[in-house]
């Protein structure tokens, strides 16, 4: 009689609930790294988008604004947003041609325009970030909540042409999960914080781990 080799019924039965018992397991942790990874990501792209454009203010010698960028139902560039939409379909960079600190389609120059991971329609709102951009001085309490943020030749920032700051403050959140939250601190010489444990730790009394919370 040949010896038979392989899983019997009740040894494959066995395996697959224990495979099955496996994933139900990882399957959370998973899928909450995902969704930190993809914050982090759009926290980096939000923050780089400022870079570029107080970049640009100073290689093209005008001031550059950066606002919340209003999307269209067609996805064409509607403007800067206004308050209700805020900076959750992203960020529009554009040369203020004029210097009067208002968008104006037919006079100033657009540059860029990011977007965000709520951008197009296929995007669920489950699955969107709750995104709020905020100027933060270097002392008291944050003054202006989804600015439009002015970038002049010089370096300056100006927010709302009222106030300037130190700090630029990015704050997001898993619309799924409230758990899972980034923030992101830009100072105005261009140096992007990440708020990490760490970083806090080593700012312990100074307002880099105030902001950082």
């Given amino acids: 009689m040949k010896k038979q080799i392989g899983f019997t019924l009740i040894e ?13 397991i990882s399957l959370p942790a998973m899928n909450g790294f995902m969704e930190r990874q993809r914050i982090k990501s759009a926290l980096n792209g ?5 870079t570029f454009a107080r970049n640009e203010a100073i290689r093209q010698n005008v001031p550059v604004i950066a606002c919340g ?5 067609t996805g064409q560039l509607a403007g800067c947003a206004n308050n209700t939409k805020s900076w959750s379909e992203g960020v529009f960079v554009y040369a203020d041609v004029n210097r009067n600190s208002a968008y104006n389609s037919t ?13 197009g329609s296929g995007v669920a709102d489950a699955n969107k970030l709750d995104i709020a951009v905020k100027l ?17 030749p010089n370096s300056q920032v100006v927010i709302n042409d009222v106030a300037s700051a130190n700090y630029v403050v990015i704050d997001m959140q898993s619309k799924n999960n409230t758990q899972h939250t980034g923030r992101v601190l830009l100072g105005l010489t261009g140096k992007i914080i ?20």
């Fill in 12 to 24: 494959l039965m066995v395996t697959i609930i224990i495979m099955g018992i496996m994933a139900a």
């Fill in 46 to 50: 939000y923050a780089n988008a400022l």
């Fill in 69 to 73: 960028a209003s999307i269209s139902t």
């Fill in 107 to 119: 006079v100033d120059r657009n540059i860029r325009v990011f977007n965000s991971p709520n951008a």
């Fill in 136 to 152: 933060s001085p270097l002392t008291g309490t944050s003054a202006v909540t989804n600015p439009n943020i002015q970038f002049l």
């Fill in 194 to 213: 990440s708020c990490s444990q760490q970083v806090k730790s080593n700012n312990t009394g100074n307002k880099i781990a105030e902001l950082c919370g």
